[in-house]
C-alpha cells in the first residue's frame, strides 16, 4: 500500500489556507496601518514639544494657518534648533514633505485665542488620526 495525500486531501487542505488568507490579510494590513498611525502620534508629540520650545524662548507661536510639517520644520523649527531635522513620515519611509497625503501633519495658529493645533491625519489623507492644541 503506498503513503501520500489524495487529490481531494490536497484540495481541502488549499481550500482551508485560501479561506485562512481571506480572513487574516486584511486584518493583518489593519495592523500595520495603525502601528503607523501610531508612528505618526508620536512624531506630532515630538513636534509639539519644539513648537512649546519655540514659544517659550520667542513669546509667540509659530504664525500661519495650514502650515505642512515640511514647512514649519524648516521655517521656524529648526532655523531655532528646536527641531535638529524633519522628521520621517511612517507610511512613506522619507522624510515629510509639503505634499504628503497619507500620515500628512498640519499646524494652525488661530490669531483670535493665541492657540494652535497641530492635526495628523491617517492613511487617506483625510480622516483625522489625532490633534493636539494649547487649548
Not at 517659550?56 to 531655532?80: F, H, W
Amino acid at each position: 500500500m503506498k503513503k501520500g495525500f489524495t487529490l481531494v486531501e490536497m484540495l481541502v487542505v488549499i481550500g482551508i489556507i485560501g479561506l485562512l488568507a481571506v480572513f487574516l490579510v486584511p486584518n493583518l494590513m489593519g495592523v500595520r496601518d495603525r502601528g503607523k498611525e501610531g508612528a505618526v502620534k508620536g512624531v506630532m508629540h515630538t513636534v509639539q514639544l519644539a513648537i512649546e520650545a519655540y514659544q517659550m524662548e520667542n513669546d509667540v507661536y509659530p504664525l500661519g494657518k495650514n502650515i505642512p510639517l515640511e514647512s514649519l520644520c524648516k521655517n521656524y523649527l529648526m532655523a531655532g534648533g528646536y527641531i535638529a531635522f524633519v522628521p520621517k513620515n511612517p507610511f512613506t519611509g522619507k522624510e515629510y514633505s509639503d505634499n504628503d497625503g497619507a500620515g500628512k501633519i498640519i499646524y494652525n495658529f488661530n490669531d483670535d485665542n493665541g492657540t494652535y493645533t497641530l492635526t495628523g491625519y491617517k492613511r487617506n489623507g483625510f480622516t483625522k488620526a489625532l490633534e493636539l492644541s494649547n487649548m
